[in-house]
């Protein structure tokens, strides 16, 4: 199972929020590239880059810290927020990053994502799945959708996707444990997804748990920087 930390992104700072809410953010580095550092001279090979402030602009905003990144370590970097059309993943894909993360435009617009799947390959287009209660959130995890998670892949396993980044929005940030149910119903209902949990990853155990039920990875911000998880412990994964 992949191990990939988290950088999220507010005015080029390190900063992590709880179920996606601005009014509740925490700060960690002012510096992400020092951040990205620690994590590959670990043994980090990946990195979940989120561009908060991209996400509520609705276009990538932290592209150079992106840029900067890529430069400067050799991480494999899967970036998201505020990719709402083909010339911005090819920004993202031009400043380093090796992935991107479709988010709520997968829900919104279908075509377009299955236009990306087509044009940029599987491998390169992850796509979110973030729920709260079984159904997909949209738009920065404000709005419900009516589609489930397990609909939601299926629908996309049929386009050709492949990877699934899987965040439980209601345990996001909080450290309360990830949604081991509902992840283990998943790989039951769909053996070819390939499925990252993220949200609420918060003890080494929970990190065994997840490998145990089959993830293909785990997203850990915030275990990381408050100090549940050391990268010391993570060394057997890596």
């Keep these: 199972m992949e191990i990939i930390p988290a950088i999220d ?3 080029g700072q390190c900063v992590r929020l709880t179920e996606g809410d601005f009014a509740q953010q925490t700060t960690y580095d002012a510096d992400p590239l020092a951040v990205a550092q620690r994590f590959e ?12 402030d991209g996400a509520r602009a609705r276009q990538p905003v932290n592209l150079p810290v992106l840029e900067r990144l ?25 400043a380093g990053a090796t992935q991107i993360t479709a988010g709520s435009i997968a829900v919104r617009e279908p075509a ?31 709005e419900q959708s009516e589609r489930t998670v397990a609909e939601f892949i ?4 049929r386009q050709g996707a492949t990877t699934f980044v899987c965040t439980d929005v209601s345990k996001d940030g909080k450290l309360q444990g990830p949604s081991l149910a509902t992840y283990q119903e998943l790989r039951q209902q769909l053996p070819a997804a390939q499925l990252v949990a993220s949200g609420g990853v918060t003890t080494l155990a929970d990190v065994e748990a997840l490998a145990a039920v089959g993830m293909h990875g785990a997203i850990i911000g915030k275990a990381i920087y408050e100090g549940t998880i050391t990268l010391q412990d993570l060394r057997a994964f890596l």
Excluded: M, P
């Design 154 to 157: 299926q629908d996309y396993l």
């Design 112 to 142: 377009t994502v299955q236009q990306w799947l087509q044009t940029f390959g599987a491998e390169r287009i992850l796509l979110g799945a973030d729920f709260r209660d079984n159904h997909i959130s949209i738009n920065a995890w404000a």
């Design 9 to 11: 992104l507010i005015n």
């Design 70 to 94: 890529a430069r400067h370590t050799t991480l494999v970097i899967d970036f998201g927020g505020g990719l709402q059309s083909e010339a911005a993943v090819r920004a993202a894909f031009d």
């Design 41 to 52: 001279a670990a043994g980090v090979r990946r990195l979940h880059l989120v561009d908060l």
